[in-house]
T-cell receptor, first 114, second 115 residues
Framework: GQQLNQSPQSMFIQEGEDVSMNCTSSSIFNTWLWYKQDPGEGPVLLIALYKAGELTSNGRLTAQFGITRKDSFLNISASIPSDVGIYFCAGSDTVGGATNKLIFGTGTLLAVQP | EPEVTQTPSHQVTQMGQEVILRCVPISNHLYFYWYRQILGQKVEFLVSFYNNEISEKSEIFDDQFSVERPDGSNFTLKIRSTKLEDSAMYFC?????????????FGDGTRLSIL
C-alpha cells in the first residue's frame, strides 16, 4: 500500500533554533496535511496544502506542497518549549468521491531544550 | 472552536468481549472516519462513512468491526469480539464538504486496552 516516509525520526534541539522535517512518497498525493500530536491527545491540524507548489504559513510554521506532489516539508522557526511533540505528515490521493482517507507518515519526535 | 469529542477516554475490556467506542463529530460535518494508533506507531486508517454508509475500509477493518450513525449526532465503532491486538488508541475524525477542501479534524481518542 501507499507509504509516507518521514524524516528525521527525532530531533533534539535548543530553544530558538529552526527545525525542518519532510515527507516523501513514491506515489502522488493531492492533499498534504501536517498534524501535531501531544501525549494522550489526538492529532491537531497545523497546516493544510491543496495545490502543488503551494507554500503556506501559520505563525512560526511554514509548509510546502512539493511540485512533484510526492513530497512536503514543514519548517518551524525560532522553536519554543511548547513545540515539543510528535509531528505527522498525512496525505490523501482522493479527487472527489466520498473517502479522502489520510495516509500518515511515521512521525517526527521533536524535543526542545530551554 | 467546535471539536470532535470521544468517549470513553479509556476502555479496559476482557478479550472476547464486545466494545463500543463513541464519537460526536463536529455538528455540520458530513464525512466521518475512524483511525487507530498502536502504541509508538503511526496513525492508520480504518474506515470512512458518508451518507449513512461505509465509503471505504482498510484491510484492518474486518468482520469484527462495524460502524453506525444511530442518530444525527453520534458515530460509533463496534468491535464484536475483541482480541489482544486490538489494543490501541482509536481516533474519530470528521470533515465538512469535500468541494471546499476541508481537512479532517480529530478527537482526542479512546485508549482501548484488551486484557
Amino acid at each position: 500500500g501507499q507509504q509516507l516516509n518521514q524524516s528525521p525520526q527525532s530531533m533534539f534541539i535548543q530553544e530558538g533554533e529552526d527545525v525542518s522535517m519532510n515527507c516523501t512518497s513514491s506515489s502522488i498525493f493531492n492533499t498534504w496535511l501536517w498534524y501535531k500530536q501531544d501525549p494522550g491527545e489526538g492529532p491537531v491540524l497545523l497546516i493544510a496544502l491543496y495545490k502543488a507548489g503551494e507554500l503556506t504559513s501559520n505563525g512560526r510554521l511554514t509548509a510546502q506542497f512539493g511540485i512533484t506532489r510526492k513530497d512536503s516539508f514543514l519548517n518551524i522557526s525560532a522553536s519554543i518549549p511548547s513545540d515539543v511533540g510528535i509531528y505527522f505528515c498525512a496525505g490523501s490521493d482522493t479527487v472527489g468521491g466520498a473517502t479522502n482517507k489520510l495516509i500518515f507518515g511515521t512521525g517526527t519526535l521533536l524535543a526542545v531544550q530551554p | 472552536e467546535p471539536e470532535v469529542t470521544q468517549t470513553p477516554s479509556h476502555q479496559v475490556t476482557q478479550m472476547g468481549q464486545e466494545v463500543i467506542l463513541r464519537c460526536v463529530p463536529i455538528s455540520n460535518h458530513l464525512y466521518f472516519y475512524w483511525y487507530r494508533q498502536i502504541l509508538g506507531q503511526k496513525v492508520e486508517f480504518l474506515v470512512s462513512f458518508y451518507n449513512n454508509e461505509i465509503s471505504e475500509k482498510s484491510e484492518i477493518f474486518d468482520d469484527q468491526f462495524s460502524v453506525e450513525r444511530p442518530d444525527g449526532s453520534n458515530f460509533t465503532l463496534k468491535i464484536r469480539s475483541t482480541k489482544l491486538e486490538d489494543s490501541a488508541m482509536y481516533f474519530c475524525a470528521s470533515r465538512g464538504r469535500l468541494i471546499n477542501h476541508q481537512p479532517q479534524h480529530f478527537g482526542d481518542g479512546t485508549r482501548l486496552s484488551i486484557l
